[in-house]
């Protein structure tokens, strides 16, 4: 399990912030093509097409929700998580966001 001394020191990791910011994209274009009768649609939207335009920000704002929700994991493993690990908690994160 991870510190939040620890959590706190991943916040600026490049690969995992790179991973995210990868994830928006996915995020957004999935949301881009969802239909109008998702929940929260509307507002969902609106965040894919911020993140569009800004997905460095996204994933700034992504990342300390990525990491809060593995808190139970140790660093070496947040630091190993797969691209659909990373997809996962990001699409879980945008719900929460949007």
């Known amino acids: 399990m991870a510190t939040y001394a620890e959590?706190?020191?991943?916040i600026d990791n490049e690969a995992l912030f790179n991973k995210i910011r990868v994830a928006?994209?996915?995020?957004?274009?999935?949301?881009?093509?969802?239909?109008?009768?998702t929940p929260?649609?509307?507002a969902r939207v609106a965040w894919a097409k911020a993140a569009?335009?800004?997905?460095?920000?996204a994933a700034r704002i992504l990342m300390p929700a990525v990491?809060?929700?593995?808190?139970?994991a140790d660093l070496a493993t947040i630091t190993a998580a797969t691209d659909a690990q990373?997809?996962?908690?990001?699409d879980a994160a945008v719900n929460?966001?949007?």
Not at 7 to 10: E, K, N, Q, T
Not at 67 to 72: G, M, P, T, V, Y
């Open 52 to 57: 569009f335009s800004n997905p460095d920000g």
């Open 40 to 42: 929260n649609h509307t």
């Open 67 to 72: 990491l809060a929700q593995n808190k139970a």
């Open 86 to 90: 990373v997809q996962a908690a990001v």
């Open 96 to 98: 929460t966001i949007a």
């Open 7 to 10: 959590l706190l020191s991943m």
């Open 24 to 37: 928006v994209w996915v995020a957004a274009d999935t949301i881009r093509a969802e239909v109008d009768t």
